[in-house]
């Protein structure tokens, strides 16, 4: 009967996370012109499905097999051999958990990319950042991993997926170069092409996080499911409403781009602790990581890397603050609960190492496509828009013959 309860609750929970990319899709597609729109859509696709294949067959295998030396896990590739499972929960359904946080972190990229990249250099960097996901998942959420062995708490992600993603993103970004005038004497600033479809996406994100912290437990019987629901709803609220505030004080406009990111910022930053804190914390949590979002953002245009959808923010920085605020917060060993430094420590290394192996990793990989001149369109596509050049469809007709598709 537990098993039973306890597969049914955790299918559920997956089954929201995986909904979630159908946020990321209206998210993205709204943030960028309407010329790239269906490119987005194909990269989210190849997050699901690419992502979804080097996952099943190998990462899960990395993230949960029989640890080697607490680094990676070496058991069961492709279905075959034994698999540290969850008690009372069957290694299939824990598989299809997994899955979904996978292919989530791999979607952040996807943004942050978005209107210039190849789209075959897209689906080369999903195999490569899965594979890398599942390691640096494996430190942390393996029993034997050595980032949990030393103690550090990761609920539901802030490192192991957003800040992984978000600094992969910071990467990728960064080598693929900003669009075109981006950044020129007279910069071009680009605007959303559909804010009501990007709000959609935002709540849909929001619908499916509570699957993906309160499905963390694992358990359909764990009594914190009620306060990781309750603290991830006040962090996504603050976090929205404490962007929009900052921003008002001190641009006099109240931006919906930022009402979406700092709500997203607080959903990041709470996924750590989610079930570590209370709710006075995870309010403090939620309203600084709606704050910090707002100055990452100038930042990140500052050093001049071009982030159409604000991955980076949100992700890369909020998550390493989630995950840091854990060291502070957290009921048990916080800081501010008297537990000393120790865990501060943990979480801090675990920070550190998770982000720079995720822009390490993609800095490598897409390096090296640099190098070969095969990881950007050329002017022309990008001028015309990656929707008819690459995939040879535009998101909303306008009755004009395009030129014919030119093949990626």
């Known amino acids: 009967m537990i098993t039973a309860l306890n597969t049914v609750w955790v299918i559920f929970a997956a089954t929201l996370v995986f909904f979630m990319e159908g946020g990321f899709a209206l998210l993205e597609a709204g ?26 067959l190998v990462g899960f295998s990395l993230m949960y097999g029989h640890s080697r030396v607490g680094i990676v896990g070496w058991s069961g590739f492709f279905f075959h051999g034994a ?3 969850v008690p009372h929960l ?3 359904v824990l598989w299809f958990f997994e899955l979904a946080f996978a292919v989530a972190a791999i979607s ?3 943004g942050a990319v978005s209107e210039r990249m190849r789209y075959s250099a897209y689906l080369v960097y999903v195999v490569i950042g899965i594979l890398a996901y599942s390691i640096s998942a494996h430190w942390v959420w393996n029993p034997d991993g050595w980032l949990h062995r030393l103690g550090m708490i990761d609920f539901a992600g802030s490192a192991v997926v957003h800040s992984f993603g978000g600094f992969s993103a910071l990467a990728a970004a960064t080598l693929v170069g900003p669009r075109i005038g981006r950044f020129h004497l007279n910069p071009v600033k680009f605007r959303p092409s559909n804010l009501p479809l990007a709000f959609g996406g935002t709540f849909i994100l929001w619908f499916g996080w509570f699957g993906f912290n309160a499905g963390s437990t694992l358990s359909a019987f764990s009594p914190l499911i009620g306060t990781i629901i309750v603290n991830t ?5 603050i976090g929205g409403f404490s962007a929009i505030m900052f921003v ?3 641009n006099g406009t109240y931006d919906p781009t930022m009402a979406i990111n700092g709500v997203l910022a607080g959903l990041v930053a709470i996924t750590a602790g989610c079930a570590s804190v209370g709710p006075a914390a995870a309010l403090i949590i939620g309203a600084l990581a709606g704050i910090l979002v707002a100055l990452a953002t100038s930042l990140i245009e500052r050093m001049q890397v071009d982030d159409p959808v604000g991955a980076v923010p949100v992700h890369a920085f909020g998550g390493a603050f989630g995950t840091i605020a854990v060291g502070l917060f957290a009921s048990h060993g916080g800081l501010f609960f008297g537990g000393g430094l120790h865990l501060l420590e943990v979480q801090a290394l675990g920070t550190v190492v998770i982000s720079i192996w995720g822009f390490g990793v993609t800095a490598l990989a897409l390096g090296a496509m640099r190098r070969l001149k095969v990881l950007r369109v050329s002017s022309i596509e990008e001028a015309e828009g990656l929707d008819w050049r690459l995939h040879g469809h535009r998101a909303y007709h306008t009755g004009q013959s395009p030129l014919s598709a030119a093949e990626d």
């Open 108 to 110: 952040i990229v996807s």
């Open 90 to 92: 069957p290694a299939p």
């Open 83 to 85: 698999i540290a499972a």
């Open 248 to 250: 008002r004080l001190f």
């Open 233 to 237: 709803m006040l962090a996504g609220a």
């Open 31 to 56: 943030l960028v012109q309407a010329k790239n729109t269906i490119s987005i859509l194909m990269k989210v696709i190849a997050d699901v499905t690419v992502g979804a294949l080097v996952f099943g």
